[in-house]
């Protein structure tokens, strides 16, 4: 069930993705990604009387606390890497060390996976890899030594990786409590730094509304990825919710029409594989 629940994590954080990137494509991003976090709060806000719990432990708020604030910052530079950086670069860095980061957590704390689910491991940081793949023209006479997107992917894969790793440790034991407490800090900073911008909160209208639905699913996804590292052993959870950009380039494939790519395919095929070795 965990697994489960981590594979329709990775589906809901896909769509909210795309949907995140179809408003940052109409307003200011840092301005639609600080009300889709806002969304996000009000959602969790609701649902926390639905899954009690018992009292919210320091340790579990330090948790959720650290959780909004590796995730702000993640998505801050995956946002400011995709503008000043090539595509191509920032996706697949980003995604890869978003694996990487909790399961080298997981084994630090003793988790052992099978050979089989090393291999899931191995073929799902490969399969995010060629998924995120993108052609970029205009950049690609630049040497990835001068480019400065790789060090921004970097850092925003192992604050995204940190996210993961700091929801998961903070547990279901207090509901979604910690949660709420990630998704405070998070909108907080996040608009502080919309507000000191030129753009400041101001969105477009178009962009409302794919923003707001990508903070309510984002907060699904969230939700989701929660119980299920609750239950499951952190490194092939993480590792499954970080197959988000397989929903992500299938929805473009969907709804805008784009078609896919030879290394986008196998991509995906990777993802399948390392899907059912995993989860054997």
């Known amino acids: 069930m965990a697994l489960l629940l981590a ?36 959602v ?21 606390a650290g959780a909004g604030l590796t995730g702000a910052v993640g998505v801050a530079l995956l946002y400011y890497g995709l503008a000043v950086g090539r595509v191509s670069v920032v996706a697949p860095v980003t995604a890869v060390c978003a694996i990487a980061i909790p399961v080298v957590v997981a084994g630090a704390m003793g ?21 995120s793949r993108g052609v970029d023209p205009a950049a690609a006479s630049r040497t990835t030594a001068r480019d400065r997107s790789i060090w921004i992917a970097l850092a925003s894969g192992v604050a995204i990786g940190a996210f993961f790793v700091c929801l998961a440790r903070a547990g279901t034991r207090s509901g979604l409590w910690p949660l709420l ?6 909108t907080a900073l996040l608009a502080s730094a919309a507000l000191m911008s030129k753009a400041g909160l101001r969105l477009s209208r178009a962009a409302l509304v794919p923003a707001v639905a990508c903070g309510a699913l984002d907060m ?31 929805l473009a494939r969907v709804v805008l029409g784009e078609r896919l790519r030879g290394v986008q395919s196998l991509g995906l095929a990777c993802a399948t594989v390392a899907v059912v070795l995993i989860t054997i």
Not at 16 to 35: E, H, N, P, Q, V
Not at 223 to 247: D, E, I, R
């Open 44 to 64: 969790v806000a609701l649902a926390v009387p639905f899954f009690p719990g018992e009292p919210l432990l320091l340790s579990e708020a330090g948790w959720g």
């Open 181 to 186: 407490v990630a998704r405070a800090v998070s």
């Open 111 to 131: 988790e052992r996976p099978g050979p089989l689910a090393v291999c899931g491991i191995g073929a799902a940081v490969l399969s995010v890899g060629l998924i």
């Open 7 to 42: 594979l329709l994590s990775a589906l809901f954080y896909g769509t909210a993705d795309f949907l995140g990137g179809a408003a940052a494509r109409r307003s200011a991003a840092l301005a639609a990604t600080a009300l889709a976090q806002g969304v996000g709060l009000v």
């Open 220 to 250: 699904v996804a969230n939700t989701l990825y929660v119980l299920a590292a609750g239950t499951g052993p952190l490194g092939l959870v993480a590792t499954l919710a970080s197959l988000y950009p397989a929903s992500t380039v299938l």
